[in-house]
């Protein structure tokens, strides 16, 4: 069974950096493609980024291009995937959610991720 865990969200001030993780196991996470979404209060669910399987491009919503970078370590057994956010805002305020599809592309879309983790809260204060 696929399952994704998200860490590293927190508290902090804008412009400052954070780290987000997603620890997948149950699946070859190389010929996944993987995405992170956010969901603001109020507000629906947006992709953030997101990298197809081994090979695969990277893709960035425009709000975050420059300031994020999404990595993956799917060579090693950690299959992890990380998205490095620096100059937070405090429009970044939402909770984070890692997504996984077999065989994606890095689909901007939610309806392209069969699976999904339960969220990091990250909170921005100006």
């Known amino acids: 069974q696929v399952t994704l865990v998200e860490t590293g969200g927190g508290l902090v001030q804008a412009g400052d950096s954070l780290r987000l993780s997603c620890a997948a196991s149950g699946g070859t996470f190389t010929m996944y493609g993987m995405a992170w979404f956010r969901q603001a209060p109020g507000k629906e669910r947006e992709f953030v980024a997101a990298?197809?399987?081994?090979?695969?491009?990277?893709?960035?919503a425009d709000s975050v291009k420059g300031r994020f970078t999404i990595n993956r370590n799917g060579v090693s057994a950690d299959n992890t995937l990380t998205l490095q956010m620096n100059s937070l805002q405090p429009e970044d305020t939402a909770v984070y959610y890692c997504a996984a599809q077999p065989g994606g592309r890095g689909s901007r879309e939610e309806s392209g991720y069969q699976y999904w983790g339960r969220g990091t809260q990250v909170t921005v204060s100006s």
């Open positions: 990298v197809g399987w081994i090979g695969g491009g990277t893709y960035y």
